[in-house]
């Protein structure tokens, strides 16, 4: 299993996988960058993104969190860029990017398949609406 993450700035994406990794102890997971322009500015790159699956993909599939907008774009373009039987396996997750970023990790980590992996993500914003309550 694993995940990719699509973000307009590196630093943000970096910070956001390490502050994930930090709920996995002693444990490895596959978790790739797809962040930023070449020249370390802001941005996306279809072709970027298709790489980091490409390398997240160990088979049993990858869940692709992306942070706004064109990110979004991005990762959907990729898609067109992989083989039919890795694009089976990719889920794009509309889940908030830090929140289910973590969630996702902590179960693709205990084993959880790429399905478990994508709903736990979109649970991400629970915690907060559970305390704060929904807008409305």
Avoid: N, Y
């Avoid at 956001?16 to 797809?34: D, H, I, N």
């Avoid at 962040?35 to 990858?62: K, M, N, Q, R, Y």
């Avoid at 997750?93 to 980590?109: C, D, I, K, N, R």
């Amino acid at each position: 299993m694993g995940i990719v993450v699509v973000s307009h700035s590196r630093p943000l994406a970096e910070a956001a996988v390490a502050l994930a990794r930090q709920m996995l102890p002693g444990r490895e997971l596959a978790v790739e960058v797809a962040a930023g322009t070449d020249d370390g500015g802001l941005g996306t790159d279809a072709v970027a993104v298709s790489e980091a699956i490409t390398a997240a993909d160990s088979g049993a599939g990858v869940v692709v969190l992306m942070d706004l907008g064109s990110a979004v774009l991005s990762a959907d373009t990729a898609l067109e860029l992989l083989d039919d039987d890795l694009r089976a396996r990719v889920v794009l997750s509309p889940a908030p990017f830090v929140e289910g970023l973590v969630g996702a990790v902590v179960v693709a980590a205990g084993g959880a398949d790429r399905d478990r992996v994508a709903a736990e993500a979109l649970r991400g914003l629970a915690p907060k609406q559970a305390h704060l309550g929904a807008p409305g």
